[in-house]
């Protein structure tokens, strides 16, 4: 979402924007259509469809970003109404699963083909590309200079933002697909291993000493400042920090607070009866979730409680949820047939609108 417009990926490759999103009357602005015919993941659970955008778009300097899952990324001009081409378009090696990330004048993006790319705002030649040992479906994000991406080799890389060279890895027992947080000098990140891994983020010195490291030497290892290890299956989702805690969701139907540096103490929300897959988001000091069941959970984080019944949306919340914090509105995308968008209100839980996605998927 950018200046009150809404940006929705699509299973068949296209992405609806809307706008008048704040009232009960949202306005289909453009559709964009990508030029790639879509692919199914094959290990997705419960998809109606086969699918080509999994990433969430990122808009930054006018332009919409997105990759599909034949290894595209794409840029249109978000200001234009009505149908219009594609304005730029780079081409990986893999297909792309995780969402770009836009840090000053560079888009970040990783591959199905193993590498993170560092992409010019028009997605010509790469200023560089980092190899990893596996397929990267992790969304970077890029903090002080340096960008943190998780891979299916089973590590998380610090690499500096401006050579690309690898600062440390932190090495998990699992692939990684989930998106990394970074809060207080941490980096937190969950791995299929089950366990949830804290590290401290990248020094100066470790950037200076990447920056002086000959090409293809070994990255240094980072070790964990804890591991938590309470969980009963895969990470897949982004963390959130709120209050001296961090919350995360698992593929066990629960959700985690963790002390942000204690991991011993902890709060398990148990009533989700389906799959956590997208990161939980905080509107009005109340902490959203969805889960797989195809229902909403508001929780109070601080008495560990939830607020009203569960808002049943009757299909699985797969994609990561949309939330306006000055609105007080969370966008929610529910993946049953029509692919139906729905805007809450909090802290009520208030059903705002609710849109089959319009497309020719």
């Known amino acids: 979402m950018s200046e009150g417009i809404l940006y929705v990926g699509s299973i068949k490759g296209e992405v609806l924007t809307l706008e008048d999103i704040y009232t009960d009357n949202p306005k289909e ?6 030029e790639s015919q879509a692919t199914p993941l094959t290990c997705a659970p419960r998809i109606s469809k086969a699918m080509s955008i999994y990433g969430t778009p990122a808009v930054a300097n006018g332009l919409v970003y997105v990759g599909d899952y034949n290894g595209n990324v794409y840029a249109f001009d978000a200001t234009v109404s009505g149908e219009t081409s594609w304005k730029y378009k780079f081409e990986t090696g893999g297909a792309i699963v995780g969402s770009p990330v836009v840090a000053g004048d560079t888009v970040y993006i990783g591959s199905s083909d193993g590498k993170l790319y560092a992409l010019p705002l028009d997605l010509r030649e790469p200023k560089w590309t980092f190899p990893t040992k596996d397929k990267i479906w992790s969304t970077p994000v890029v903090e002080g200079n340096v960008v943190y991406i998780g891979s299916s080799d089973h590590n998380l890389y610090a690499i500096d933002a401006e050579s690309g060279k690898g600062i440390w890895k932190l090495e998990t ?10 809060d207080n000098g941490t980096v937190y990140i969950g791995s299929f291993d089950s366990k949830f891994y804290a590290v401290d983020v990248a020094t100066e010195e470790e ?9 293809g030497a070994p990255i240094p290892i980072r070790p964990a400042k804890w591991v938590f290890e309470e969980a009963g299956n895969w990470f897949w989702t982004q963390a959130l920090a709120y209050n001296g805690e961090i919350w995360v969701g698992c593929l066990d139907h629960k959700v985690y607070a963790v002390n942000a540096e204690n991991p011993d103490v902890f709060w398990v929300y148990d009533e989700p009866q389906g799959a956590i897959h997208t990161p939980p988001v905080l509107v009005k000091e109340l902490i959203v979730i969805g889960s797989q069941d195809g229902n909403v959970y508001i929780i109070d984080p601080i008495n560990k409680k939830r607020v009203g019944e569960p808002i049943t949306l009757g299909a699985p919340i797969l994609a990561p949820l949309c939330s306006d914090t000055e609105k007080g509105v969370v966008y929610v995308h529910a993946q049953d047939g029509n692919h139906m968008l729905y805007a809450i209100k909090m802290p009520t839980g208030e059903m705002l609108w609710s849109e089959p996605f319009k497309t020719s998927g």
């Not at 602005?29 to 990508?34: D, G, H």
């Not at 950037?207 to 090409?215: P, Q």
């Open 29 to 34: 602005k453009a559709t964009f259509t990508l």
């Open 173 to 182: 027992e699992g692939a990684i697909a989930s998106t990394p947080l970074v």
């Open 207 to 215: 950037k200076l000493a990447a920056a002086a490291r000959e090409e």
